[in-house]
């Protein structure tokens, strides 16, 4: 019986657990971090992690307490401003372990999250468009600035600064027509990169709080087909063409996750080591023609249903 009880102690102090104050302060830190130095906007992106991890182990009262912490320390050090953008993009985040502790699985949850970043998103354009837009264009617009072009022609040949004016112009003119599906997919990315940081945690700590294979068994609706077949045909329309544009890429981005996740189907039946199989899905992503590849895979994937073929066939009836 000792021994039994001291084995349980054991497991007891080996088991992490996140406090809320250590979550709250690694939260804003991530997210002040990318404040001060735009090109740490990765962190800011993962900012809401800690948190999810305070919901699941010590529940909704302390992850408030923690998200609530965390905003009034930014809004100190920054502002009130600050702060009040660190509560927009924590508090949807947030849904995807609330809706694991009510055993809703974390693919309900990035639904969750996801649509309330999109009401987000459409009221900002709605209301603050011309603000929007300045977020969207205003790096591209740098990037062809006097200013910038001059400091690359110190160290760069001429026929490559006119080429990289020319790539920039063309990416310009294309996000000034696209860039409210961009937001949309950013708030996908959002979602999709603390859900996989979530999973990735439990899988070594709690794996129990997992469904096995959510993520590689994504396949929308055939609707989603459709709509994409009726944007590319409003596309001819010269009233509806700025609209059907931005649906497709939006659709587009969907059917590249379904492509995703059927190569990350069969990444995880290779026989090899977790090293290799991870290895697998970052050259296919790194693939400059990944997204286009993944998104005719995930298209077809609707009628072909290619994960089916890996699945192990039916035990038959003597």
């Known amino acids: 019986m000792q021994n039994a009880s001291a084995s349980a102690r054991a497991t007891e102090r080996t088991e992490p657990r996140t406090g809320v104050l250590g979550a709250a302060l690694f939260s804003a830190l991530l997210y002040g971090m990318a404040l001060k130095l735009p090109l740490l906007v990765p962190f800011l992106v993962v900012s809401p992690f800690p948190l999810l991890i305070v919901r699941l182990r010590a529940g909704l009262p302390a992850a408030a307490s923690a ?35 009510r055993g809703r699985g974390i693919l309900r949850g990035c639904g969750w999250a996801f649509g309330v970043l999109v009401v987000q998103v459409a009221l900002m354009l709605l209301f603050a468009n011309p603000r929007m837009e300045e977020l969207a264009l205003g790096p591209l617009d740098y990037l062809r600035s006097p200013a ?37 997919i950013m708030a996908a990315l959002i979602v999709l990169a603390n859900a996989t940081m979530l ?20 396949r929308w609706p055939f609707a989603l087909a459709v709509a994409f077949v009726l944007a590319g045909a409003a596309v001819l329309s010269p009233p509806l063409r700025t609209g059907a544009y931005n649906v497709l890429l939006v659709v587009a981005f969907f059917f590249a996750l379904q492509g995703l ?19 697998v899905l970052v050259l296919v992503v790194v693939n400059p023609w990944a997204p286009q ?23 038959t009836r003597a």
């Open 67 to 101: 998200c609530a912490f965390a905003a009034a320390l930014l809004g100190i050090v920054f502002s009130p401003a600050r702060s009040l953008g660190y509560l927009l993009l924590i508090v949807p985040i947030l849904l995807i372990s609330e809706a694991m502790a």
């Open 148 to 184: 910038f072009l001059a400091e690359m022609r110190v160290s760069t040949p001429p026929e490559q600064v006119e080429s990289w004016v020319e790539r920039v112009t063309v990416t310009y003119n294309a996000m000034q027509l696209v860039y409210p599906a961009s937001f949309v």
């Open 199 to 218: 999973r990735g945690y439990l899988v070594r700590r709690d794996p129990g709080w997992l469904d096995g294979g959510e993520f590689e068994r994504v």
């Open 261 to 279: 996740a059927v190569v990350a189907f069969y990444a995880q039946r290779l026989a090899a080591p977790p090293f290799l199989r991870w290895a």
């Open 293 to 315: 590849i993944l998104a005719l895979i995930g298209l077809f994937d609707i009628w072909f249903d290619f994960r089916k073929w890996a699945e192990p066939p039916e035990p």
